[in-house]
């Protein structure tokens, strides 16, 4: 069993930052890609920024510039710190890892998604 864990959250006047921290955590044999994707009201999740177990990164173009991602290995946490943020930031976000786990002799990849954290961006 796996799970990953959002933090960081809130309430945001425009140009402000926010910093996003995802915990995951139990039967962890490696963690591949890990990203952040946020979902607005009425509209579909988007990938927001990804990075892989190397430290290679991607961002949505809206984010370049203003959203950095990272991890800790040790840790097995991503981090996505967004500065200069805008009300068309406001969204749900949510932590996805691509997660093997050791089961027996077998190893299994799976795809984790956390509960979301709400980002509310003022203006």
């Known amino acids: 069993q796996v799970q990953l864990v959002e933090s960081g959250g809130g309430l945001v006047q425009a140009g402000g930052s926010l910093r996003l921290s995802c915990l995951a955590s139990?039967?962890?044999?490696?963690?591949?890609?890990m990203g952040w994707y946020r979902q607005a009201p009425g509209k579909q999740r988007e990938l927001v920024a990804a990075?892989?177990?190397?430290?290679?990164?991607k961002y949505a173009d809206s984010m370049k510039g203003r959203f950095t991602i990272s991890r800790d290995n040790a840790k097995n946490t991503v981090y996505l710190q967004m500065n200069s943020l805008k009300p068309e930031d406001t969204a749900v976000y949510y932590c996805?890892?691509?997660?093997?786990?050791?089961?027996?002799?077998?190893?299994?990849?799976?795809?984790?998604w956390g509960q979301g954290t709400l980002v509310t961006v003022s203006s």
């Open positions: 139990g039967s962890i044999f490696s963690i591949n890609d």
């Open positions: 990075v892989t177990s190397g430290g290679s990164t």
């Open positions: 996805n890892a691509e997660i093997r786990v050791l089961t027996g002799d077998i190893i299994r990849v799976l795809e984790v």
